[in-house]
């Protein structure tokens, strides 16, 4: 599936004309999608850059988990990151994947919405995000707007693309890896850098 050029960022690296795509479904709060994106982040794309460079494409897709009541608000907040500064999407993601302790169920459940999403910005803060712009976007107005109580807030739409995105190819579950467009449940968030360099031979041309 294509990527709008809004989101262009979800991509990791610039590559003109790839022969093959991996897109990732992670969600934030997911323990299993921190084990996949760490492993793809830190290792499978060095591996890419040098032993077959050129040749695959690797998609971040945002798959919200909704029995997770704060997936939603950490997917808004790397949008915002996204639009803020593209250049920071990644690193920002890294950085979720590396705090998301800190935004499980028992850690969010006693504060306001927004007050995580101020704690969210603050995250953007140490890569050079201004984390006052991050929050203006994510704050939602406790005041109803044009008589509007569902106001949501500046990234719900770009959120429900997401969203739309995943359902329409039918991803229920995080992670799950699409590979040149058809899901592959060998891949494991559990692989190792070996088990990973395996399949990479065996599957890219």
Request: net charge neutral.
């Amino acid at each position: 599936m294509a990527v709008a050029p809004k989101f262009a960022a979800h991509i990791l690296g610039s590559i003109a004309h790839p022969v093959h795509t991996l897109e990732i479904y992670l969600d934030y709060v997911c323990p299993f999608s921190a084990k996949l994106f760490k492993r793809v982040y830190n290792d499978v794309k060095p591996i890419l850059d040098t032993r077959f460079p050129n040749k695959v494409q690797i998609v971040f897709r945002q798959q919200v988990q909704p029995w997770h009541p704060s997936s939603t608000l950490t997917h808004e907040a790397a949008l915002a990151v996204e639009r803020v500064d593209p250049n920071s999407f990644w690193k920002y993601s890294a950085a979720i994947f590396e705090n998301q302790v800190d935004f499980f169920d028992v850690n969010v459940v006693n504060e306001t919405r927004n007050a995580t999403y101020k704690r969210l910005s603050a995250l953007a803060a140490p890569l050079g995000v201004d984390e006052q712009q991050i929050y203006k976007l994510l704050t939602v107005p406790d005041k109803p707007v044009d008589g509007s109580y569902n106001v949501g807030n500046q990234i719900t739409n770009d959120l429900k693309l997401h969203v739309k995105a995943a359902r329409l190819v039918g991803v229920h579950v995080s992670p799950t890896v699409i590979f040149d467009g058809i899901v592959d449940n060998s891949i494991s968030s559990g692989w190792d850098v070996v088990q990973w360099e395996e399949w990479l031979v065996k599957n890219v041309v």
